[in-house]
């Protein structure tokens, strides 16, 4: 006689998440490494600042893959092998003895890693909670938000004591094993699932109706203009961000300076936490706002709270402004990388989610490339950082108004599904 197979805990499986996003999310680390790198090897700061671009692209470029082989093939095995990749990426980055090597352990091997990781946990929470999808999303990159914040003092610490190369050491094989354990709780969508209670919305407007056909696979999604104008917003939306996760701590220091007794060294970590804290909050809030609001509405708050604060931030050089501007921006920036998963999902199905969203990140990458150079490039002693700041600005309001023209051409459509270029079908 057979027997039914008992379907996995939903929410077990989100918590499992949590704990592989809180771990993997800990590129934001490597800024507490920084100055230590360059110390012990005589590198300059902006060599090794270099690894964090390179880190992101290639997660970018791998999220695309390991999405592809995690919905053939079910996220575990693609997870638990991406946990041994960053984990080893991170030890061998404390044995680098030069610039290239830098690179390769830290930008290539780990990055690789993450995005083997990354991509199939957020795309299958966001299968187990076609209900809720906002919410588990805010989740989820709630996680990736606090858990550099908790790490980053563990970080300093182990640096400080045991010397940079042992704590990077230490780190990865932490890293390896905490994402090893998380992944063995996290279960593919059984096919056609639905939660107990909840039946999908009949409307037109549903990316779950137009599954019946497959949804957009990602030559598709590749076909439909649709697809270039939403990697145009997130790398535009993404600019402002990726700026300040670069070069907040400098910023702080040149336009705020020593506040009291406070150093300006102490001054810039400060708001960097209080950046991360913001982050972590606007994840937590978008969320939830994103099964109310939409996501286009969702976008336009993010994007005019970002053009507003980064203007404001030109003429903040006093400790409570700059922090009000801070806290802003973090929030606006939490809620990105919590928009475009379900958004993605929303547009082109959710059935070929892993990979679509992986080819979406890249929209991302380009933005993280973006905003610290532009920190860099147009940073002048005369007006600071005031020019860099403006032209995040205008890169935002570029990202609104895309925004808003689409939104617009949505309502008229009646759906958020594109139509098909002739001859690109699903899978």
Known sequence: ?????????????????????????????????????????????????????????????????????????????????????????????????????????????????????????????QRWFPDIRGKASGILLAAAAIGPATLSPIASFLSSTFGVSTALKILGVTFWIAITLGSLFVSPVPEGYRPKCWNPPTSATSADNAEDDGGFDWKAMLASPRFYVLLLVYAAAATAGTMLVGALSSIAQYQVGQVGAMTAAAFGAMVVSINTLSNFVGRLAFGALYDKLGAFRCLAVMLVATALAMVAMSFAVNAPFFIACVIVLGFAFGALLVIYPPLTGETFGTKHLGINYGIMFLGYALGAWIGPRIATSLFDETVGYRNAFYAAAAITLVGLAVTLLLAARVRKAGTMMPKRRQGATSE
């Open 1 to 125: 006689m057979a027997t039914a197979t008992k379907e996995p805990n939903r929410y077990g499986i989100l918590s499992a998440a949590f704990v592989v996003m809180f771990f993997v999310a800990s590129i934001a680390l490597f800024s507490v490494f920084l100055t230590p790198l360059s110390e012990q090897n005589g590198w300059s700061k902006t060599d090794v600042s270099l690894s964090y671009s390179i880190f992101q692209t290639v997660m970018a470029v791998t999220g695309i893959f390991s999405g592809r082989i995690s919905d053939r093939f079910g996220p575990r095995k693609v997870m638990l092998v991406g946990g041994l990749v960053f984990g080893l990426g991170w030890f061998l980055t404390g044995m680098a003895t030069s610039i290239p090597m830098l690179y390769l352990c830290h930008g290539v091997i780990a990055g690789m890693g993450n995005g083997l990781v990354y991509n199939p946990t957020l795309t299958t929470a």
